[in-house]
């Protein structure tokens, strides 16, 4: 059980255009979902935190209108980055707290590597 | 504010032996818990062992286990008859339940087993 999944796993785009990353909770529901940024060899650096049905809450200094986060339903949450330029060529990974298990653990999906060319 | 630390960026030990990995925690909460996960080369995070902070009881999962020392603030993760397949990054961390909902990581210690 409390498994996540992300898609795609790696994308390669253009510097200027837009691109959606997803993160379902496949056999749970997630009423918070969160948006990491990993360098390398670096820690895990959270994004923003999503919860379903409302607007998502940006970590100081992660620009809003650059990474679109949309949590639809209590299974999916999307990350758009939008105009995307090679400084955003990164590891972003999402996690889901399980409600039902009282939320104190995230599972984690298995990333998605962006390459922006 | 929360933070963790982990004051070993990189560490090795022989396939079969023991090695435990160092973390630091701070914060003024008492309801809390700790985690350790594993990312391995895939780099898909992979929870190993988890503590609640009102439990004096250490946490064990078949291989691993950790000294929990509230008083001290440090949550250290040992790895005893350690594998090849445990080469990973290891990552400390704390959520406080009830506060930011947040999971503080720290920047993670790099262990790598020879056979």
């Known amino acids: 059980g409390a498994v996540v999944s992300q898609h795609p796993s790696w994308v390669i785009c253009k510097s200027g255009t837009s691109v959606k990353i997803e993160c379902r909770s496949l056999?749970?529901?997630?009423?918070?979902m969160f948006w990491y940024r990993q360098f390398p060899k670096k820690s895990l650096m959270l994004m923003a935190t999503s919860n379903e049905g409302s607007k998502a809450t940006y970590e100081q200094g992660v620009e809003k209108d650059k990474f679109l986060i949309n949590h639809a339903s209590l299974t999916l949450s999307t990350l758009t980055v939008t105009s995307a330029h090679p400084e955003d060529s990164s590891f972003y990974i999402c996690?889901?707290?399980?409600?039902?298990?009282?939320?104190?653990?995230?599972?984690f999906g298995p990333g998605t590597r962006l390459t922006v060319t | 504010a929360q933070t963790v630390t982990q004051s070993q960026p990189e560490m090795s030990v022989q396939e079969a032996e023991t090695v435990t990995l160092s973390c630091t925690y701070d914060t003024s909460e008492s309801n809390y818990y700790l985690f350790w996960y594993k990312q391995p080369p895939s780099r898909q995070m992979i929870l190993v062992i988890r503590q609640e902070a009102y439990k004096q009881q250490n946490a064990t999962e078949n291989r691993f286990s950790v000294n929990f020392q509230k008083a001290a603030k440090s949550f250290s993760l040992k790895i005893s008859d350690s594998q090849l397949g445990d080469t990973a990054m290891y990552f400390c961390a704390s959520y406080h339940q009830g506060g930011s909902e947040k999971l503080v990581f720290g920047k993670g210690t790099k262990l790598t087993v020879n056979p």
């Open positions: 056999d749970f529901q997630a009423t918070t």
């Open positions: 996690s889901a707290r399980d409600r039902l298990a009282g939320g104190r653990e995230q599972y």
